[in-house]
T-cell receptor, first 114, second 113 residues
Framework: GNSVTQMEGPVTLSEEAFLTINCTYT??????LFWYVQYPGEGLQLLLK?????DKGSNKGFEATYRKETTSFHLEKGSVQVSDSAVYFC?????????????FGTGTQLKVEL | EAGVTQSPTHLIKTRGQQATLRCSPI?????VYWYQQALGLGLQFLLW???????NRGNFPPRFSGRQFPNYSSELNVNALELEDSALYLC????????????FGQGTRLTVV
């Protein structure tokens, strides 16, 4: 079956530090890949997505590249801010077009300090 | 445009009771998904409805059930509540089966005492 593995948290960084959150996946087909963010007390927000190999998703300074050869979709940001503190979830959807259920990683909590 | 709305925001029930959670998708969206976010278990897929039909179901017992109405809103029912059903229940909607993006609501926090 499908699965997503994320690095354990929490990750604590100083403001303006470089961020990498690792994500690898296992899927039988050709999944679409997503990063969602959950701020305290809120639901999930889509941060970025990639639907095929070598696609790069980007939003709000965050980037992730769909690497089929390494089955990875690592999240990166060059300079984090305190406002980026949240829980980040990597997810995949294996339905063509992504309309089917999402399989999530366990989430990585990011804390950014001044 | 309104996003995905869920009600109630919080719900407290006693073990053995039934809980009903509601979700209104974004206007024009026909697919609704339900997820459970329990402490220590991450986000688990519960149910997927599209065009009024149940399309997929996660690994949950039959006491978790739901339906989708003609206006595409959805209801999740949990019967014979157990303490471990305490969780944040998230609803998401998308334009249809082939759409890549699901939009999430704020969730209903269910507490079983």
């Amino acid at each position: 079956g499908n699965s997503v593995t994320q690095m354990e948290g929490p990750v604590t960084l100083s403001e303006e530090a470089f961020l990498t959150i690792n994500c690898t996946y296992t899927a039988t087909g050709y999944p679409s890949l997503f990063w969602y963010v959950q701020y305290p007390g809120e639901g999930l927000q889509l941060l970025l997505k990639a639907t095929k190999a070598d696609d790069k998703g980007s939003n709000k300074g965050f980037e992730a590249t769909y690497r089929k050869e390494t089955t990875s979709f690592h999240l990166e940001k060059g300079s984090v801010q305190v406002s980026d503190s949240a829980v980040y979830f990597c997810a995949l959807s294996d339905h063509p077009g992504g309309g089917n259920k999402l399989t999530f990683g366990t989430g990585t909590q990011l804390k950014v300090e001044l | 445009e309104a996003g995905v709305t869920q009600s109630p925001t919080h719900l407290i029930k006693t073990r053995g009771q039934q809980a009903t959670l509601r979700c209104s998708p974004i206007s024009g969206h026909t697919s609704v998904y339900w997820y459970q976010q329990a402490l220590g278990l991450g986000l688990q897929f519960l149910l997927w409805y599209d065009e009024g039909e149940e399309r997929n179901r996660g690994n949950f017992p039959p006491r978790f059930s739901g339906r989708q109405f003609p206006n595409y809103s959805s209801e999740l029912n949990v019967n014979a509540l157990e303490l471990e059903d305490s969780a944040l229940y998230l609803c998401a909607s998308s334009l249809g089966q082939k759409n890549t993006e699901a939009f999430f609501g704020q969730g209903t926090r269910l507490t079983v005492v």
